[in-house]
């Protein structure tokens, strides 16, 4: 039950106890805990509903304290993983699944015969009640950072405290997070990465390149040799980018074997799949360190969905780097916006909870003018954020092995003193959670903390 609160905040675990009230019901819904606080899972109290835009059961009556514990009706680790996982999307629980599947098998059939204009229709008429959908909200969605906060204030009204330690999400302070990459989709789009390269440089950024392995255009030692070796990296694009990944389980065991090649091939730490279509509990299958194909809030995607938080977290042993930004196709040719407000809402909504901001542009869609000028502008937003200090922007893979590192971080007290432990520890800060009656507030102690790397 106490899992998934701690390893978000990896505070003292002692903070962490929290119990079932009792037996809970099958039904599986939506339900409240207070007023900004939707879960999704089950309750033993309520009657959670369907969907998340009907009347919501809000249970915080029924939670209730047992000497320094905190009792609730729902499982805390369940409710989150159903997010983290989307087990809530109406992908994995409507009847017509199966005949969207038979949908996108035909239309990825008949894609090479379709012009640029039919696909760009399609896809629009697709997306076209994309505005309407209430849940997750748009443009950032931010409800397991927000669960989080409300069992923090849960926990600490029950312990008697109003201020708790916790080991500060990023290295070395920075506030927030933020990564670019590059997902290569044709041979075009390969020929530009050079000059993709260029451009990122040239405002001090490192990025990553997922690369097709299979069918979409030739992949030579030295092509990735001319990433790898000016500091950026390589990571895996799907197996051949034809949507068809995750469409039966057998076949998604064999073509995940051969990605798992390709990976010690390139020496590739991530993956992201095509499409961004993808099955968290299937992941196990991978050999990665972290994956990027689960977006943050989909309604612009096809699958639909999104994690609904802005942090890394872990599925199974892979770190999930969610997708947090608009993509640059969808911008440009869906919304049909060459501006960067769209991005900087979405980078202002992250970097006030503390997140992760995931760009993905494609070498194939900045090739135009104006869209090399909307990302240039990007660019430039990003830098002056990293140069007041206030973002950390290292390549994917860093920021990946930084949150496996956190995970094993342990915050201890002795002699009266907090104290880090675990491997990488002396670029961890102790952070301080207090909660003022109505909200709980951060503060960083930006002076380097005592720890025991080797412990």
């Given at each position: ?176 997070c933020a990564i670019m990459t590059h997902d290569v989709e044709a041979v ?268």
């Amino acid at each position: 039950m106490n899992q998934s609160f701690l390893d978000y905040f990896r505070c003292p675990a002692s903070l962490a106890d929290f119990r079932l009230a009792g037996p809970m019901l099958d039904n599986m819904g939506f339900f409240r805990l207070g007023k900004t606080a939707i879960c999704y899972g089950r309750t033993s109290s309520g009657s959670p509903a369907g969907h998340a835009d009907a009347p919501l059961y809000d249970v915080s009556n029924d939670v209730s304290f047992e000497e320094s514990s905190v009792v609730l009706p729902f499982d805390p680790h369940e409710v989150v993983e159903n997010f983290l996982r989307e087990r809530y999307a109406t992908h994995f629980r409507e009847p017509g699944r199966l005949s969207k599947k038979a949908i996108r098998k035909a239309y990825y059939l008949l894609r090479p015969y379709l012009s640029v204009p039919v696909r760009k229709h399609l896809q629009r008429m697709h997306l076209r009640n994309w505005n309407s959908i209430s849940f997750p909200e748009w443009p950032i969605d931010s409800t397991v950072d927000r669960l989080q906060r409300t069992l923090l204030e849960l926990a600490m009204r029950a312990k008697g405290v109003q201020t708790v330690p916790f080991i500060w999400f990023w290295p070395d302070g920075f506030s927030s997070c933020a990564i670019m990459t590059h997902d290569v989709e044709a041979v075009a789009g390969k020929d530009h990465c050079g000059a993709l390269m260029d451009l990122d440089e040239s405002y001090g950024f490192r990025s990553s390149f997922q690369i097709v392995p299979e069918c979409r255009y030739a992949v030579s030692d030295s092509f990735s040799r001319s990433i790898t070796s000016r500091g950026f990296e390589v990571n895996i694009h799907d197996l051949k980018h034809d949507g068809r990944l995750y469409a039966e389980h057998d076949e998604f065991i064999r073509r995940a074997n051969r990605i798992n090649q390709y990976a010690r091939d390139f020496g590739a730490s991530g993956f992201r799949s095509g499409v961004l279509y993808r099955n968290a509990d299937w992941y196990d299958a991978y050999d990665f360190l972290y994956d990027m194909s689960i977006p943050n809030v989909a309604h612009l995607d096809p699958q639909r969905g999104g994690c609904c938080t802005v942090m890394p977290y872990f599925i199974g042993n892979v770190v999930e780097l969610p997708v947090t930004c608009t993509q640059d196709y969808t911008l440009f040719h869906m919304l049909r916006d060459y501006s960067i407000e769209l991005w900087k809402r979405q980078i202002d909504l992250i970097s006030t909870s503390h997140g992760l901001v995931n760009v993905i542009a494609h070498p194939d869609y900045l090739m135009e003018e104006r869209a090399e000028d909307t990302y240039r502008l990007l660019l430039e937003h990003l830098s002056r954020l990293r140069d007041t200090g206030q973002m950390w922007t290292p390549l994917p893979k860093d920021a990946a092995n930084w949150w496996r590192q956190r995970s094993q971080m342990e915050l201890v007290c002795e002699q009266g003193t907090w104290k880090v432990k675990g491997p990488g520890c002396e670029r961890a800060r102790i952070a301080y959670a207090r909660f003022d009656g109505e909200d709980i507030t951060y503060t960083l102690d930006m002076d380097r903390v005592d720890c025991a790397p080797d412990q």
